[in-house]
């Protein structure tokens, strides 16, 4: 799977908003998003999953959260990363549920007992269940 920006048809849109925010490419009047965000140390973001009509798709982050935005480590206390909040709402526009492996990027809140910022087992075999195993590379 590749990554890349297109400003002018874009798959997944990713942005900030407070509690009340709009959508900004879902609906064609930037309608008022339909799942509040909370303010400060709740409800850090949330992603719309993939539907029939191939519409792009929308992360929406909270603005008011401190967000530590160091890649590959674990942000101090009072902090949230904004990789892997990223990463877990990434999992939910590709069309990955919430799991109950603890450990795993998908579990729906974050905790003490993930050891790493990698991809846990479960969230790797929950994209492979949607999209199939990565291709054999020949030599």
Partial sequence: MTFFMDETKP???????SVK???????????????????????LGHAFFPDSSNNCIEIHLETTENWFKEVGTFPPQNYHSLYYTLLHEI????????????????????????????LDQDDINA???????PPVKRR
């Fill in 11 to 17: 798959d997944i849109v990713i942005s900030y908003g």
């Fill in 21 to 43: 925010h709009r959508n900004f490419y879902r609906c064609k009047n930037s309608s008022a998003c339909p799942f509040n965000l909370d303010g400060p140390g709740g409800v």
């Fill in 91 to 118: 999992g939910h526009s590709l069309g990955i549920e919430h799991t109950g492996v603890n450990t795993a990027v998908m579990y729906p809140s974050l905790n003490d007992n993930r050891k790493s910022v990698e």
């Fill in 127 to 133: 994209i492979q269940s949607l999209y199939g195993l």
